[in-house]
């Protein structure tokens, strides 16, 4: 029952025992230790950042994050999607990188036409990071950061 108290360590099975003892370590017969990134940098990469307020904007960003989730280009970028609701006209909608703005649109109040506009997003994204990172490969100053090279 709920208030029986677990069996004693003694009672348990070798393998049973162990494989607890290998959960409350840092590496286990299950998968080796966490490692940290190679390049030893501090940013932070394949975050998604929600700035939208409306439901429409809401629905962008579900969308566009669903349809970004298995993109390697994407899901290795820091994007945040920002909204300013405008009563008359619907919303505008922006996503970024950093300080590059990679795409914008109107949008109007219907939900619907949240889900096209996120996958035109999401192609359009794709491809201008594709399109930096083929041109930061290119061109490489050790003098100057990859948000300068622009």
Do not use: C
């Not at 004693?8 to 017969?29: F, K, T």
């Not at 939900?111 to 490489?140: C, P």
């Amino acid at each position: 029952m709920a208030n029986e108290p677990a069996p004693p360590a003694e009672a348990m099975p070798e393998d049973e025992q162990q494989a607890i003892e290998a959960i409350n370590q840092l590496s286990s017969p299950d998968g080796p230790e966490v490692l940290g990134s190679s390049n030893r940098s501090s940013e932070l990469t394949g975050v998604m950042v929600d700035r939208t307020i409306t439901m429409a904007g809401k629905t962008f960003y579900r969308a566009f994050s669903q349809q970004a989730m298995d993109n390697l280009i994407i899901g290795n970028a820091t994007i945040t999607i920002h909204e300013r609701p405008d009563a008359r006209w619907g919303s505008q909608i922006w996503v970024m990188e950093g300080n590059q703005m990679y795409f914008r649109t109107q949008l109007s109040p219907r939900i619907n036409e949240a889900d096209r506009a996120a996958g035109e997003a999401v192609q359009t994204v794709e491809e201008a990071l594709l399109r930096e990172q083929i041109t930061s490969a290119l061109t490489s100053d050790k003098d100057l950061g990859k948000e300068e090279l622009r």
